[in-house]
């Protein structure tokens, strides 16, 4: 008998064939198979969508239609989603196997969110690493924010809001209305996921302005103006740090990942 499903993990796509390695991560972070995998495509060409359809199982669902973006494909994966909990992966990282399907349901069954790190990569090196003990204190609002795709959840808590879609920062303008409602949250210091370097908020200088000045308007909306300039200098200096920290001392990514037979089921 097919075991239920308790967690669905939220993958948008568009034109990343690398897609089929993120998809392969989930099947090795899901050792107690009940995670059901949402990809929600915003119109890829052909080839894409025929890379994704073989990699499906009974179970997953898969949503190929124009959206207005990466946040409108979250915003889309949440309204179908219909598991207890919540995770998300883009389509050009994947899940260490550190952090498992097992670990995420055990934390979430006493918890509200789970939250463990990310490393962010180019190439073969780690680049930075986003921690998750910060979000267990509750300072994703004065910019030490939670590694978004390390963080499970509650379906009831998640799907409580949206992404808007007018906010370039529109994560984490949603993940600070979320720990806005004081949320129990469990962390880890594994690595759950490694995530791919070089996307839309890092093509240019103008691009990185104009989402550092969105950032600002949003700590000043949530916080207040007075400490939005104070939790936009955390966020940049703990970037900046953890970059430096990590040119000093070089990772590879492979130090980072447990094939699935060594990957621990044990609960953080």
Request: hydrophobic residues 45%; glycine residues 6%; proline residues 4%.
């Given at each position: 008998?097919t075991?239920p499903?308790q967690?669905?993990?939220i993958?948008?796509?568009y034109?990343d064939?690398?897609?089929?390695e993120?998809?392969?991560s989930v099947?090795?972070?899901?050792d107690?198979?009940t ?9 890829s060409k052909?080839e ?16 190929c239609e ?6 409108d ?5 949440l309204e179908?989603?219909d598991?207890a909990?919540?995770g ?5 990282d ?5 952090v498992t399907?097992?670990?995420v ?5 006493h918890?509200?969110?789970?939250v ?5 990569f180019?190439?073969d ?14 300072l ?5 924010n939670?590694?978004h ?13 949206r992404f ?7 994560d ?6 979320i720990?806005?409602?004081?949320p129990?949250v ?6 759950a ?11 240019s200088?103008?691009v ?14 949530r ?5 939005a300039?104070?939790?936009l ?7 900046s ?6 040119k000093l ?9 447990r ?8 609960p953080?």
């Amino acid at each position: 008998m097919t075991a239920p499903k308790q967690l669905t993990i939220i993958l948008p796509s568009y034109n990343d064939a690398r897609i089929a390695e993120a998809i392969q991560s989930v099947r090795r972070f899901d050792d107690i198979a009940t995670v059901k995998l949402l990809v929600v495509d915003g119109g890829s060409k052909s080839e894409i969508q025929d890379l994704i359809r073989p990699l499906m199982r009974p179970g997953d669902v898969f949503v190929c239609e124009r959206d207005r973006g990466i946040f409108d494909a979250l915003n889309k994966g949440l309204e179908r989603c219909d598991t207890a909990y919540i995770g998300w992966l883009g389509s050009d990282d994947r899940f260490s196997g550190q952090v498992t399907a097992a670990d995420v349901v055990s934390a979430l069954a006493h918890h509200d969110l789970f939250v463990a790190g990310t490393a962010h990569f180019r190439g073969d090196r780690v680049r930075r690493v986003t921690h998750a003990l910060p979000s267990r204190f509750g300072l994703v609002p004065f910019g030490m924010n939670n590694p978004h795709f390390s963080t499970f959840g509650r379906a009831a808590l998640l799907r409580s809001d949206r992404f808007d879609l007018a906010v370039m920062a529109a994560d984490i303008d949603y993940f600070i209305r979320i720990f806005a409602t004081k949320p129990r949250v469990a962390t880890t210091s594994s690595i759950a996921t490694l995530m791919a370097e070089g996307g839309f908020s890092t093509q240019s200088y103008r691009v990185i302005l104009r989402i550092n000045r969105q950032l600002f308007a949003v700590y000043a909306k949530r916080l207040s103006a007075v400490f939005a300039p104070f939790a936009l200098l955390v966020k940049l200096g703990s970037k900046s740090l953890s970059v430096v920290y990590y040119k000093l001392f070089k990772l590879d990514c492979a130090a980072l990942e447990r094939p699935a037979a060594a990957a621990s089921a044990t609960p953080p």
